[in-house]
């Protein structure tokens, strides 16, 4: 049942930034495609593979998973086990809701973990210029998919705390 | 004492350079704890349960693990200058001299063990080197022009070797070689014997020549540093004891692998040639200097790796190698 | 408390967790952060265990090209050359008894020479066979039963990258493994063919009572050529396009992508609207799946610290039981193993302890890749980590069914293949026939 009131501005903007990291993910996924499409007709037909597409995928796939995931539990695709809580919500809808806020919190909780323990590794990396590839041939600097794992993690962090949000205006 | 020591690798054991572990290191230094009235009992995680090819040094430098198998190769962005010999092929084959040589320029040359300290871990020896590079083909190279156009795979920094070459330098990994050459995505690999025989790449690549590309080093023990500087002076001697033993028992299991291999796919029917030195001499000559480029842009930043390139060349050629290219001084 | 403790512990509190409905990766991962900082008694140590995994563990060139098996598999279904295949497949089996179901099996098969991987098959024909089976007349439960349990067929035919993943850990000839994983598949698919025919006729609470005898299904030999060609087009291209050389068996996703997608426009069976609906799906069921993946490789290297898999892989190494001894433990643990964690993560576990093990014993290591990728592939549709089940109910769009109906409906298909793999492991030349 949709909620008949409009969202609050915030949650708009949320979900529209969401929407965007979801955008871009998708891209990202047909750029992979064009570029293993680039380095096997290179070699088969021209004898001149792309250099770095192993690296570029190896990279993209971290970036992919974590521009799309805050849009996956917006759209309620994230993995649960709905039986238990839907039987509470009919008998017990204040504890059930209680629950999944607590279960909301655990989310957040681990997902700034995650996020504030790559902050230094993506410092690191930022000062030192890591890169993946080997040098003289193809490398490419880790940096910006460490970022995008930041970002990503943070905009997840927010929508567990807008499914707060929403639980507590119902 | 009692400690407790998680060991780390990113291969399974199949690969000698994780064998040396049971085989070599944890018995050696349990012993000599044992000697001094220690107990000790090793966690060991191999073959990407822990931390995968590549990740080890991250895992140690985390303190997931306490010991590692830092690999430079996997990891050329963390250790660099370490990547010193897969920038200057055509030195040597021997890996006993090319793994002293190593171990040497960790001990004398600060920049090599500083770039352990940056991330937070400390070398302990036991250089992982691999036996001489060779060309693993479907078709027989008698000259250098037959490389022209053909798809050849190499690993990494390697890939580099192919430059001037007319080969087709191709990105592949050991684990892939067999199935890429049966069905012809490439038509010949770069690799070294010790792989090439448990690989059966002699069945897809019965051509086997050896241009004596040359040994090199891939990664070494590497340890925790807060770990280790909290260590009993007698206790580190004790890991290093270890060290040493595997290092020893590495290559020489190594270099008895290396002389059965070659014989054992010539047997199996592979031709094994031996290239020519103007063949050899040429196929150097016609190179871009990787090395210098490297050295430049690493010097660059900070590391000196021009310094490091010196003295490793100095070194093997004062132990009486013959480079084809003295990549230092041109 | 032990290590050990701690890990048999973590087990039981992430298994609560998910029943009460906890997300399953953040349960995974609160396991994963409470059970290092226990095991190692630093919360630090716990928070770089996490970071680290989130950044690494699925960063590689082999979980890269998931993405693009998944597009593959989408732009086919959009395209409606997924549809083909299962009115093709129906059309064959249509006067059988839970004829849709055979369908939907031989579909799979069909569908898994094209793909390297099983959820890429489980999201495909959630969207193509569950609606129609349930429109005639079968039960919720059996259609997202069948789906999932003909979609690890995606991996035991070839293409699969579990078989290459074995390859990588244990040296062992990927084409060997390839060749070695099609007499299985097609004898799982043939052993699901009469399950399911069986259970039509025996079981009809659990199927439904489908509605039979119709000519709807039927198609003229012109309809047949017509909805069969794009698909043996594609099939050709992937197969031909590996062992021709032209590509690597991680590449196929990507080169089947290019030629679904080349192929639908070509038929003008796609406009770029719907490719790109089609995108925003498949980012959707990647970043599910993968942060599932990670979620359980984080779980994975908390369990190797706590000991649990080194100390059950010494019993099994030390329990002096001879080959089949040692063989029915290992699977026994790889079932167990399956429960709580994916594919990968069982496989970079187990494989390295078990191979010192069985190698002295004069073991065929592809047959015993097969066997492990049959154990590994049952985990897919067990509860309560069955990736296969997750990403049906991440692909459904129907809350009427849930996580525990599919789970339910997937059991007789995983004790079916419990059957499967007993008969492999009794008789290895169903594995092994292929290769000289
Ligand atoms: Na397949
Ligand atoms: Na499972």
């Known amino acids: 049942m949709p909620d008949p009131r409009p969202d609050p501005a915030p949650l708009r903007l949320l979900d529209a930034v969401t929407q965007g990291l979801n955008v871009l993910g998708s891209a990202l996924i047909l750029v992979l495609m064009v570029l293993f499409g680039l380095d096997v007709g290179g070699r088969v037909l021209f004898n001149a593979p792309v250099s770095g597409v192993p690296e570029l995928v190896t990279l993209s796939i971290v970036a992919i998973v974590f521009l799309q995931i805050p849009q996956a539990l917006r759209s309620g695709r994230m993995t649960r086990s709905e039986g238990f809580l839907t039987m509470l919500h009919a008998r017990a809808p204040v504890a059930a809701r209680w629950i999944e806020t607590l279960f909301d919190l655990i989310g957040i909780a681990v997902l700034w973990i995650i996020v504030s323990t790559t902050w230094p590794i993506f410092a690191k990396a930022w000062e030192s210029n890591e890169f993946i590839g080997a040098l003289g041939d193809f490398t490419a600097p880790v940096w910006p998919v460490k970022l995008t794992l930041m970002v990503g993690g943070a905009m997840l962090i927010a929508q567990f705390a807008a499914r707060i949000w929403r639980r507590h205006l119902q | ?330 | 408390m032990t290590p050990f403790e701690i890990g048999l512990l973590s087990l039981a509190g992430m298994g609560a967790a998910v029943m009460l409905g906890l997300f399953v990766p953040i349960a995974l991962i609160a396991a994963s952060y409470l059970g290092v900082w226990a095991i190692k008694g630093s919360p630090l140590l716990a928070s770089k265990l996490l970071a680290l995994s989130a950044n690494d563990s699925i960063s590689s060139y082999f979980f890269g090209v998931v993405p693009l098996f998944v597009l593959m598999g989408f732009i086919v279904s959009e395209a409606g050359f997924g549809r083909d295949a299962f009115d093709v497949a129906n059309a064959l089996f249509r006067k059988l008894r839970g004829g849709l179901g055979v369908g939907t099996v031989g579909a799979n098969a069909i569908f898994a020479a094209i793909t390297g991987i099983s959820i890429a098959s489980a999201a495909v024909f959630t969207r193509i066979a569950v609606p129609q089976m349930i429109r005639h007349g079968y039960t919720p439960r059996f259609a997202v039963g069948v789906v999932a349990g003909s979609s690890v067929l995606g991996m035991l035919i070839p293409p699969s990258l579990l078989l290459i993943l074995f390859g990588i850990l244990s040296e062992q000839s990927i084409g060997d493994l390839f060749l070695a994983g099609v007499g299985p598949g097609l004898l799982l698919a043939v052993a699901y063919a009469l399950g399911i025919v069986a259970m039509a006729i025996w079981w009809p609470g659990f199927v439904g009572t489908p509605d039979r005898d119709s000519d709807e299904g039927a198609l003229t030999p012109g309809q047949f050529l017509a909805k069969g060609l794009p698909i043996a087009l594609l099939i050709g291209l992937v197969l031909g396009g590996i062992y021709a050389g032209f590509f690597t068996p991680v590449e196929a996703g990507a080169m089947g992508a290019i030629g679904a997608l080349l192929l639908g426009f070509g038929m003008r069976r796609l406009t770029l609207r719907r490719l790109w609906t089609v995108l925003v799906e498949t980012g959707l069921v990647t970043a599910t799946v993968c942060f599932l993946i990670i979620a359980a490789q984080m779980y994975s290297k908390m369990l190797a610290l706590s000991g649990v898999p080194a100390g059950i892989g010494q019993f099994a190494a030390n329990a002096d039981l001879g080959l089949w001894g040692v063989m029915l433990i290992y699977v026994g643990i790889v079932i167990a193993m399956g429960m709580i964690l994916d594919s990968s993560s069982i496989m970079l576990i187990l494989v390295p302890l078990m191979l010192p093990v069985v190698v002295p014993m004069q073991v065929d290591l592809v047959w015993f890749g097969i066997v492990t990728v049959i154990a590994v592939e049952i985990g897919l549709l067990t509860p309560p980590f069955g990736l296969s089940v997750f990403v049906i109910k991440a692909t459904l769009d129907d809350p009427s069914i849930t996580l525990a109906d599919i789970f339910a409906g997937a059991l007789p298909f995983a004790v079916i293949m419990l059957a499967v793999l007993g008969l492999v492991m009794a008789f290895p030349p169903i594995a092994t026939f292929l290769i000289q």
């Open chain 2, 1 to 330: 004492d009692d400690f407790n020591v998680t060991i780390v690798a990113g291969h399974p054991p199949v690969f000698r350079w994780v064998r040396m572990m049971p085989e070599a290191f944890i018995p050696t230094v349990t012993a000599e704890l044992t000697k001094l009235g220690h107990t000790v009992t090793f966690s060991e995680q191999y073959g990407g349960a822990l931390a995968k090819v590549g990740d080890e040094l991250e895992a140690v430098e985390a303190g997931l693990a306490e010991i590692g198998a830092c690999s430079s190769l996997f990891d050329p962005a963390k250790l660099a200058v370490q990547n010193v010999t897969y920038y200057t092929p055509f030195v040597s084959s021997d890996v006993r001299l090319v793994g002293n040589v190593v171990n040497d320029l960790h001990a004398n040359l600060p920049a090599m063990t500083e770039a352990y300290a940056e991330n937070g871990v400390v070398y302990i020896g036991a250089p992982i080197t691999i036996d001489d590079y060779l060309v693993m083909s479907n078709f027989p190279i008698n000259s250098l022009a037959d490389l022209q156009g053909r798809k050849i795979a190499a690993p990494g920094a390697a890939i580099n070797w192919l430059s001037g070459t007319g080969a087709v330098g191709v990105a592949g990994n050991l684990t892939t070689y067999y199935n890429e050459i049966k069905t012809g995505v490439y038509n010949g690999v770069i690799v070294f014997a010790s792989a090439a025989l448990p690989g059966k790449l002699y069945e897809v690549a019965p051509h086997i020549t050896r241009f004596g590309l040359g040994a090199q080093y891939s990664g070494s023990l590497c340890a925790n540093k807060d770990w280790w500087d909290g260590l009993p002076a007698e206790v580190r001697t004790a890991f290093l004891a270890g060290s040493a033993a595997a290092q020893d028992w590495y290559t020489t299991d190594l270099e008895n692998a290396v002389t059965g291999a070659l014989a054992k796919m010539a047997e199996a029917g592979a031709t094994v040639t031996e290239a020519p030195d103007d063949m050899r001499q040429a196929w150097a000559d016609g190179m871009d200097n990787a090395a210098k480029k490297w050295a430049t842009e690493l010097d660059a930043q900070g590391k000196p790796a021009s310094e490091i390139l010196k003295t490793y060349m100095d070194a093997m050629r004062a132990a009486g190698a013959k480079p084809l290219r003295n990549w230092d001084q041109e």
